[in-house]
């Protein structure tokens, strides 16, 4: 068999890079891998041993310090090889390079081929209890090739409200010379994100004007009048007010008593008893993005956040 396949040009180097997304084999020389934003295959240059270290890290998010240990160093010499990094410090100093050449590169990308920007944004507590604000940019180029790229993402440190919000996303404007390209600013209904715009708008009606005039350069921004509320998240809000008014259970109580029903019927067609387990109800699925359990149905908490765009499929038994 493996003889067969090598004559129609398959190995298991070309095998692995296919099913990793590239379209040569990892052996060496440049590839093409698909880009994570566009999903569209683009050329690539080959890694680096210390390159392709940093890449790993940074895409899996663990910490500096495993570099460092004896179990991660021995993998490697167990393959007849050695890490390209011993020392977490050095490790995190080079990432810390490869992120501010990667900065000026965007910067220029922005000034070259940037006409006008919109910003998506959201601020959330992580699982360590750090609040952190993210923006990311969309733009299109000359040729119109849409583009994204994370502009921020940084930790609030004081108070969360708008003020402060519109005082970093000013700083952020400022150091991509985006003053006068910002078009629009899409986030969910936390009123702090009305509040930022308010005051972003002010400071930027310093600078410049927001109708024609010939004493100073025109924005494109207009404070309120340019923000855009999530759609995800106002159909999750809906979703949420429906299931209240049903007085729906959650999304546990849903997933135990439908588990329970399948297993009983050994199918999904059937009614729900006339009993207080109707309240109980409420399925959701998500085609898409999702979390699927064993028997491959999606339960979500719906009291999650969402801050892309998802199709919602919502199936009520009453």
């Given at each position: 068999m493996s003889d067969h396949l090598k004559t129609h040009g398959i190995t298991k180097q070309t095998h692995f890079a296919r099913i990793h997304g590239y379209s040569t084999p990892t052996s060496g020389g440049n590839y093409t891998e698909l880009d994570a934003w566009s999903g569209k295959p683009m050329p690539r240059?080959?890694?680096?041993?210390?390159?392709?270290?940093?890449?790993?890290?940074?895409?899996?998010?663990?910490?500096?310090?495993?570099?460092?240990?004896?179990?991660?160093?021995?993998?490697?010499?167990?393959?007849?090889?050695?890490?390209?990094?011993?020392?977490?410090?050095?490790?995190?100093?080079?990432?810390?390079?490869?992120?501010?050449?990667?900065?000026?590169?965007?910067?220029?990308?922005?000034?070259?081929?940037?006409?006008?920007?919109?910003?998506?944004?959201?601020?959330?507590?992580?699982?360590?209890?750090?609040?952190?604000?993210?923006?990311?940019?969309?733009?299109?180029?000359?040729?119109f090739e849409e583009k994204e790229e994370v502009l921020e993402f940084i930790r609030v440190e004081g108070e969360h409200s708008g003020e402060r919000l519109a005082e970093i996303t000013m700083q952020l404007l400022q150091n991509l010379k985006l003053k006068d390209k910002l078009f629009a600013i899409t986030g969910d209904n936390a009123s702090n994100n009305g509040t930022l715009c308010y005051h972003l708008f002010q400071q930027l009606k310093e600078e410049y004007d927001d109708q024609p005039s010939l004493v100073r350069p025109q924005m494109r921004f207009h404070g309120k009048l340019s923000f855009i509320r999530c759609l995800a998240h106002v159909i999750n809000l809906v979703c949420k007010d429906v299931l209240n008014d049903l007085k729906a259970g959650t999304a546990t109580e849903a997933k135990a008593l439908l588990d329970?029903?399948?297993?009983?019927?050994?199918?999904?067609?059937?009614?729900?008893?006339?009993?207080?387990?109707?309240?109980?109800?409420?399925?959701v699925r998500f085609y898409g993005a999702r979390q699927e359990n064993k028997t491959g149905e999606s339960y979500v908490a719906l009291g999650s956040r969402y801050t892309t765009s998802i199709h919602v499929g919502i199936r009520l038994s009453i």
């Amino acid at each position: 068999m493996s003889d067969h396949l090598k004559t129609h040009g398959i190995t298991k180097q070309t095998h692995f890079a296919r099913i990793h997304g590239y379209s040569t084999p990892t052996s060496g020389g440049n590839y093409t891998e698909l880009d994570a934003w566009s999903g569209k295959p683009m050329p690539r240059a080959r890694l680096t041993a210390r390159e392709s270290t940093r890449r790993w890290f940074v895409k899996s998010r663990q910490p500096f310090s495993l570099v460092e240990s004896s179990d991660f160093q021995e993998m490697f010499i167990a393959h007849g090889n050695q890490c390209a990094y011993k020392c977490s410090e050095t490790l995190r100093n080079h990432i810390y390079d490869d992120f501010i050449l990667r900065r000026d590169k965007l910067k220029y990308d922005l000034e070259v081929n940037c006409v006008s920007i919109s910003f998506t944004l959201d601020m959330w507590t992580s699982p360590n209890r750090k609040p952190i604000f993210a923006i990311i940019g969309h733009w299109f180029t000359p040729d119109f090739e849409e583009k994204e790229e994370v502009l921020e993402f940084i930790r609030v440190e004081g108070e969360h409200s708008g003020e402060r919000l519109a005082e970093i996303t000013m700083q952020l404007l400022q150091n991509l010379k985006l003053k006068d390209k910002l078009f629009a600013i899409t986030g969910d209904n936390a009123s702090n994100n009305g509040t930022l715009c308010y005051h972003l708008f002010q400071q930027l009606k310093e600078e410049y004007d927001d109708q024609p005039s010939l004493v100073r350069p025109q924005m494109r921004f207009h404070g309120k009048l340019s923000f855009i509320r999530c759609l995800a998240h106002v159909i999750n809000l809906v979703c949420k007010d429906v299931l209240n008014d049903l007085k729906a259970g959650t999304a546990t109580e849903a997933k135990a008593l439908l588990d329970r029903l399948d297993k009983q019927h050994k199918h999904n067609r059937y009614r729900i008893p006339m009993d207080n387990s109707r309240r109980a109800i409420a399925k959701v699925r998500f085609y898409g993005a999702r979390q699927e359990n064993k028997t491959g149905e999606s339960y979500v908490a719906l009291g999650s956040r969402y801050t892309t765009s998802i199709h919602v499929g919502i199936r009520l038994s009453i």
